[in-house]
C-alpha cells in the first residue's frame, strides 16, 4: 500500500485546511486509517482515525475541530482542518495498517505517506 499526502501549507490562525491522503496498490477499504503529525524534537502523535467500519476516534486537542473522511471509491483519506490554531503547526503523516480497529500505537501502523507540512500562523 502507497500513501501520497498532499493540501498542506501556510495558513493563518483560525482558517481551514483539507489535507488529503491518496492511497494505492492495495484495497484501501481493508485498511484502519489516520492522520498523524510529528514537530521537530516531538514524538509523533495521532491525530484522528478510522475504522474499517467508518468508526472515527479523535485526539482530544483537535475533536470539534477536525474531520476524518473516507472515499472508499477514490481512495482517498481526506482531514478537514478548521479554527486552526499556531499548535496545530507540524508535519501531517497519513498511515494505515490491516486491521479491523484502529491502535492506539503510532508504532502499530505499517504504511506511512511522505507527510505534509502544515504552518499555522499566529
Known amino acids: 500500500l502507497q500513501l501520497v499526502e498532499s493540501g498542506g501549507g501556510p495558513v493563518p490562525a483560525g482558517g481551514s485546511l483539507r489535507l488529503f491522503c491518496a492511497a494505492s496498490?492495495?484495497?484501501?477499504?481493508?485498511?484502519?486509517m489516520g492522520w498523524f503529525r510529528q514537530v521537530p524534537g516531538k514524538e509523533r502523535e495521532g491525530v484522528a482515525t478510522i475504522d474499517v467500519d467508518g468508526t472515527t476516534n479523535y485526539a482530544d486537542s483537535v475533536n470539534g475541530r477536525f474531520t476524518i473522511t473516507q472515499d472508499n471509491a477514490l481512495h482517498t483519506l481526506s482531514l478537514q482542518m478548521n479554527a486552526l490554531k499556531p499548535e496545530d503547526t507540524a508535519m501531517y503523516y497519513c498511515?494505515?495498517?490491516?486491521?479491523?480497529?484502529?491502535?492506539?500505537?503510532?508504532?502499530?501502523?505499517?504504511?506511512w505517506g511522505q507527510g505534509t507540512q502544515v504552518t499555522v500562523s499566529s
Open positions: 498511515a494505515a495498517v490491516r486491521f479491523w480497529r484502529c491502535p492506539a500505537r503510532v508504532d502499530q501502523y505499517r504504511f
Open positions: 496498490g492495495a484495497t484501501s477499504t481493508s485498511y484502519c
